[in-house]
């Protein structure tokens, strides 16, 4: 069977920045070009990782590439980053680390140096996670043909039994709960981004989530509904994933979304709506109504959930569509990420 | 945050909206002028907490939406042009000319930056010295003084590879042409806060007596436009034309005649195409002959391009409040932010992408 | 039009042009801001910044008006 690529070349005869950044367009190319290609059910169920069952254990398996520029930022680097997002996806699925693979795409002519400091870096990460990178790759092009240095790191981990984590089981009454203040990591990259510069205390949060996630589904168990992780699209195009995927409708209460001030400024100089803002080492949690609290009180007592926080609710009205309760009382509904959010001046 | 925070708080929200609804007696039509007007009453949900008497019309204050087409192909043909770089305010690189926009230029490589303001350009040019760097300069009044700066500098300095490709536009103008239209419906307006912190208020004062309407200048947060609503609906409901400040903390009625100054050194007022509505009589500011070494226009020799617009766009209508965006048959089917007929879809202060983004579809 | 956003005038200075330029603050993040427009503002002053020039200084004075006005149809209501 021949593969006929389904994306009318009319409309994008070319792959646009916006194809990667985790809204519409992305969930597009997934849709209509990799899913249909690589179609089978693990795939399809579309959370950060694939569950697989071998030999009556569940085993989680996720990927993910970084590509992120600069290299070095305030509070990391492409290395760390690297490790800790996808131990991150496993955690989403609820499991714990097993092995990670590194795959290295280097430039011609990238500084020895940095990626000493970027090796570095992966090793002391993978060290406080307790998860050993077993098997990689190394791959150089002529210069000009690749950013410096990409990243593919590959994972895998082990699924407690009565750990049930999918995007499909949000279910109405749910409460959405949050490990801390929102839009931190995309801010703390603008601000050493070339003609956006502004002067900021601001680290980004980039952090290893599996041992908060143990916590949440010691106290939380089965009620822990779904786990993600709001990267790339932010929050909102996180919460319009699982909506859509789950046929719940989700509200929002904007007053009780944690921000910080500086987040907050930066985030109103050049236009940006926090809620679609990259973040790391933040998770989402669907828990079942009557556990919420329980839950957000083990989140608080772990160092990465001090500033946790109830941020909405599932509902079985408007199904797959996020509404915002805004801060003055308002409705609005929150779309997902249209294309690239570039910062706006008027 | 300090003057933003205070501008958002529900009980007093409350405390507004209960005010306006006790106000109103009958139907009213107003109009908020500025497209970031428009993007806080939608994210607010401002819209659904009015009584159902007053109409809101959103106008024309979106310069990205206003730009013209032949400029948006211009940019792009610079955008592609070997040793030139193409810097500009991020809201204009998704806005679509007649075959692609800036966004796609850079995709095939074609060096576009964003910057967050003009003398960033100028500093671009200054660490490029082998480069052309043209700027962009989009804006309504606001940021005149700011472009105009950005040139005022480059002359000073002696920067011989900089320039801009100069669309900006004034809002007075557009503002009769809405009100001498023979359908219009419009019966009080909000004006825009930052436009008439530079330029003050004086201009209107005009306008208002010879259309007998009331003009509030307003500001940008939630309590602004609900107090600036609230005025205009008390005038309108105690019969009173004239213009009243609501943004009484920034905008003044002289406005800042330092920028007045400067704006008025660099440029002059010119007849300028507003995409969409057609050549509006005074509607735009050039560059004074002094600096015209400083046009792109004419330095590049960039000829009138045949500008292409879609069929199906009805920008004009929308940016002139003749029509919602739910009205225009292509909204949400043909014409998305993916795939915008036109500038209001893709521009964050478009009425199309603001109905569009926050659900007023329905 | 556009976002014009408050910020704290925490530093200014000359540049060497002379065109006066300073550090503003917006709730933590500090960005560099062009102050010719507004030649009477001191530090500690907050500015409205457009595109990175401040375009006004604002008047705290006046910008209580509003809460007055709101007291004033909160008593409406009660009155």
């Not at chain 2, 428009?38 to 949900?45: C, E, R």
């Not at chain 2, 660099?266 to 400083?294: A, H, K, M």
């Not at chain 2, 500038?343 to 202060?349: C, F």
Request: glycine residues 10%; hydrophobic residues 40%; charged residues 20%.
């Amino acid at each position: 069977m021949t593969f006929q690529c389904p994306i009318p070349i009319s409309e994008y005869p070319t792959v646009l920045l916006a194809h990667g950044g985790g809204g519409k367009l992305t969930q597009m190319l997934i849709e209509r070009v990799f899913l249909p290609a690589f179609a089978n059910p693990a795939l399809e169920i579309l959370h950060d990782g694939a569950v697989l069952e071998i030999g009556g254990a569940r085993l989680a398996f996720t990927t993910d590439s970084f590509v992120v520029s600069p290299i070095f930022f305030p509070g990391g680097d492409i290395g760390c980053l690297a490790v800790h997002g996808t131990v991150n996806d496993l955690a989403m699925c609820g499991a714990k680390p097993l092995a990670l693979s590194a795959g290295f795409i280097l430039e011609e002519g990238f500084p020895m140096e940095d990626l000493c400091r970027v090796v570095e870096s992966m090793r002391e990460a993978a060290a406080r996670v307790g998860v050993p990178i077993v098997t990689g790759d190394t791959k150089v092009v002529d210069k000009g043909k690749g950013d410096g240095i990409f990243i593919n790191t590959t994972g895998i981990g082990l699924i407690p039994p009565g750990i049930h984590i999918s995007p499909g089981r949000a279910r109405p009454g749910d409460l959405i709960l949050i490990n801390g203040a929102i839009a931190v990591h995309g801010i703390a990259i603008m601000s050493v981004r070339e003609g956006l510069e502004f002067e900021s205390t601001l680290l980004s949060d980039t952090a290893p989530l599996h041992d908060l996630v143990g916590r949440i589904l010691e106290v939380g168990g089965d009620k822990i509904h779904v786990l993600r992780d709001p990267t790339r699209g932010g929050v909102a195009s996180a919460l319009n994933e699982i909506a859509t995927r789950a046929r719940v409708g989700i509200v929002l209460d904007e007053a009780s979304i944690p921000i910080w001030e500086e987040v907050k400024g930066a985030c109103e100089i050049l236009g940006l709506d926090p809620l679609y803002v990259a973040n790391e080492g933040k998770c989402l949690a669907f828990v079942a109504r009557d556990k919420a609290e329980e839950v957000l009180e083990a989140m608080r007592a772990h160092p990465l959930g001090r500033e946790a926080a109830i941020i909405g609710e599932v509902v079985e009205e408007h199904p797959g569509q996020v509404i915002l309760r805004s801060r003055i009382g308002g409705k609005r509904i929150v779309e997902m990420l249209s294309g690239e959010q570039l910062p706006r001046i008027c | 945050m300090k003057f933003v925070d205070e501008y958002r708080r529900e009980e007093d929200a409350r405390k507004l909206i209960n005010a306006i609804h006790r106000l109103v007696t009958r139907p009213w039509t107003i109009m908020e002028v500025c497209g970031g007007q428009t993007h806080t009453i939608l994210k607010s949900g401002i819209d659904h907490l009015l009584p159902p008497e007053v109409t809101l019309l959103h106008g024309p204050g979106c310069p990205v939406c206003v730009t013209p087409v032949e400029l948006i192909d211009k940019a792009i043909a610079l955008a592609c042009t070997p040793g030139v770089i193409l810097s500009s305010f991020g809201d204009m690189l998704r806005v679509p000319g007649s075959n692609g926009d800036l966004l796609s230029a850079k995709a095939q490589g074609g060096d576009v930056r964003i910057v967050y303001s003009p003398l960033d350009a100028l500093r671009l040019a200054q660490k490029n010295p082998d480069k052309e760097v043209v700027f962009f300069a989009v804006g309504f009044e606001t940021t005149a003084p700011a472009n105009a700066m950005a040139v005022w500098q480059a002359k000073q300095m002696g920067v011989k590879n900089f320039s801009i490709l100069c669309a900006q536009v004034r809002v007075p103008p557009a503002i009769e042409l809405i009100l001498s239209d023979p359908y219009n419906k419009v019966q009080g307006f909000i004006a825009a806060g930052h436009v008439c912190t530079v330029m003050g208020y004086w201009e209107y004062e005009r306008i208002a007596e010879k259309y007998r309407v009331p003009i509030v200048p307003t500001g940008f947060e939630p309590l602004d436009l609900l107090q600036g609503i609230y005025m205009v609906l008390r005038a309108l409901e105690e019969g009173r034309w004239g213009v009243e400040n609501q943004y009484v903390r920034s905008v003044r009625r002289e406005g800042n005649v330092h920028a007045q100054k400067l704006m008025n050194a660099v440029f002059q007022i010119c007849d300028r195409p507003w995409r969409g509505i057609g050549t509006v009589r005074g509607g735009g500011l050039c560059l004074r002959p002094e600096f015209s070494e400083f046009d792109a226009e004419k330095r590049f020799g960039l000829q009138d391009i045949k500008a292409l617009e879609s069929a199906f766009c009805i920008a004009g209508d929308i940016l002139q409040g003749k029509k919602k965006p739910y009205e225009c048959p292509a909204f949400g089917r043909e014409c998305t932010p993916e795939h915008p007929l036109g500038a209001p879809m893709v521009s964050s202060e478009g009425a199309c992408a603001a109905y569009y983004q926050y659900g007023r579809g329905q | 039009m556009c976002l014009g956003i408050p910020g704290k005038v925490i530093s200014i200075e000359e540049n060497p042009l002379g065109l006066t330029m300073g550090k503003v603050s917006f709730g933590g993040i500090v960005k560099e801001v062009c102050l010719a427009y507004v030649p009477d503002v001191k530090v500690g002053d907050y500015v409205v910044v457009h595109v990175g020039f401040a375009i006004s200084k604002i008047d705290e004075e006046q910008a209580q008006a509003m809460f007055e006005f709101l007291e004033q149809i909160g008593n409406e209501v009660r009155g």
